[in-house]
């Protein structure tokens, strides 16, 4: 597999108590971003959280933030990476590509980098990203368990040139930055 040309895509919705918003990062290989996307806050009206009630959470991070994120993307990545386990279904639904649930374990490394093993829970692995980090764990969807190891082999590849988890922070310092300037604030 021909890793410079995979990109990783990063998916973060942050929702606040007056708000939601959106963005999605997309890297090559080495973590260099080739395209950056966010939406603006949106805040639902005390009149659509009735009329929503616990509806709304679900309908503004998959039909309004992202539909438009993933939209809005020109740059395709080979796979989307979350934090949050809730949107994997989602995002694959929208940007029909795989999307994976990554976060950092607290477990002694495995043998060898590229290694993978299932944790035992229905769609959760072990990765071995590196020769010396905590192993990521990783969750698909069950349409995804059979390409595993694919998706293994294309985050220990870019794990060479990069630190897998690190983008999201770059992201949530991006939304902070975005605010910051945002004269409505």
């Not at 293994?152 to 040139?161: D, Y």
């Amino acid at each position: 597999m021909d890793n410079s040309k995979q990109l990783l895509g990063y998916i973060t919705i942050d929702s606040q108590e007056n708000y939601f918003r959106g963005a999605a990062l997309v890297t090559d290989s080495r973590g260099i971003p080739t395209d950056f996307r966010y939406t603006e806050p949106v805040r639902p009206t005390k009149l659509e959280r009735v009329l929503y009630g616990s509806a709304l959470d679900i309908y503004l991070r998959e039909d309004i933030i992202l539909d438009n994120l993933l939209g809005a993307v020109e740059a395709k990545p080979s796979l989307w990476l979350l934090t949050d386990e809730v949107l994997i279904a989602p995002v694959q639904k929208i940007s029909k590509l795989p999307a994976v649930a990554i976060a950092a374990s607290a477990r002694s490394p495995l043998e060898q980098s590229g290694q993978c093993e299932p944790t035992g829970e229905s769609g959760v692995f072990m990765l071995q990203a590196d020769n010396i980090s905590a192993p990521l764990r990783l969750t698909v969807s069950q349409d995804n368990v059979s390409k595993i190891n694919q998706l293994a082999q294309l985050l220990t590849s870019s794990a060479e040139g990069m630190e897998l988890m690190e983008p999201f922070s770059r992201v949530a310092r991006a939304l902070e930055t975005v605010a910051e300037s945002d004269p409505k604030r």
